[in-house]
T-cell receptor, first 115, second 119 residues
Framework: DQQVKQNSPSLSVQEGRISILNCDYT??????FLWYKKYPAEGPTFLIS?????DKNEDGRFTVFLNKSAKHLSLHIVPSQPGDSAVYFC??????????????FGTGTRLTVIP | NAGVTQTPKFQVLKTGQSMTLQCAQD?????MYWYRQDPGMGLRLIYY???????DKGEVPNGYNVSRLNKREFSLRLESAAPSQTSVYFC??????????????????FGAGTRLSVL
């Protein structure tokens, strides 16, 4: 059962506008949330994270918001640039079935920024 | 700065054949991971190794074996490949060892992936 869900498989945005990527989770024990970005033929690269004790973390054009009561987080990219076109994975850290801390990944959202 | 290196990049197998996917990291990381990525499924953990000499099952270990040869290398073996194992495989590593919870140490760094087709 998918504990981290990204319900929008794709998103298209005009260059210069805001991109908002969403992620929902079911496990209230997750303590960190991360966003990864993936270009074709490359592995995912870490983008930004947020602790479960915070509601916002900002790094340049990227801001992640966390709403714990709704078990929802979002990644805002402002302004969006063509180079941001990639697949974005949401991930959450929590205990797996062996009791070890591991990452649980969403299915990804493909962002296309139109010049 | 190589980071995490996976070989091969592409492979085609026939059902029943065996092969080993290689992964090496040069960041002196303690933990290493193998994931598979399938359409609509995201990244799913196959096996991981929190330190040299230890391995643990992830979410989807069936049909796979792993070896943590040394601190740098973590290989994934398919003994008898099946079409259901057609996927893109990613190796990752993180600085954290077992029990280390600081997030900065738990961020995972990925290789470029191996695209495997089993016919």
């Amino acid at each position: 059962d998918q504990q981290v869900k990204q319900n929008s498989p794709s998103l298209s945005v005009q260059e210069g506008r805001i991109s908002i990527l969403n992620c929902d989770y079911t496990n209230s024990m997750f303590d960190y949330f991360l966003w990864y970005k993936k270009y074709p033929a490359e592995g995912p690269t870490f983008l930004i994270s947020i602790s479960s004790i915070k509601d916002k973390n900002e790094d340049g054009r990227f801001t992640v918001f966390l709403n714990k009561s709704a078990k929802h987080l979002s990644l805002h990219i402002v302004p969006s640039q063509p180079g941001d076109s990639a697949v974005y994975f949401c991930a959450a850290r929590g205990l797996d079935q062996t009791g070890a801390n591991n990452l649980f990944f969403g299915t990804g959202t493909r962002l296309t920024v139109i010049p | 700065n190589a980071g995490v290196t996976q070989t091969p990049k592409f492979q085609v197998l026939k059902t029943g054949q065996s092969m080993t996917l290689q992964c090496a990291q040069d960041m002196n990381h303690n933990s290493m991971y193998w994931y598979r990525q399938d359409p609509g499924m995201g990244l799913r953990l196959i096996y991981y190794s929190a330190s040299e000499g230890t391995t643990d099952k992830g979410e989807v270990p069936n049909g796979y074996n792993v070896s943590r040869l040394n601190k740098r290398e973590f290989s994934l073996r398919l003994e008898s490949a099946a079409p259901s194992q057609t996927s893109v495989y990613f190796c990752a590593s993180s600085e954290a060892g077992k029990g280390q919870n600081l997030l900065a140490k738990n961020i995972q760094y990925f290789g470029a992936g191996t695209r495997l087709s089993v016919l």
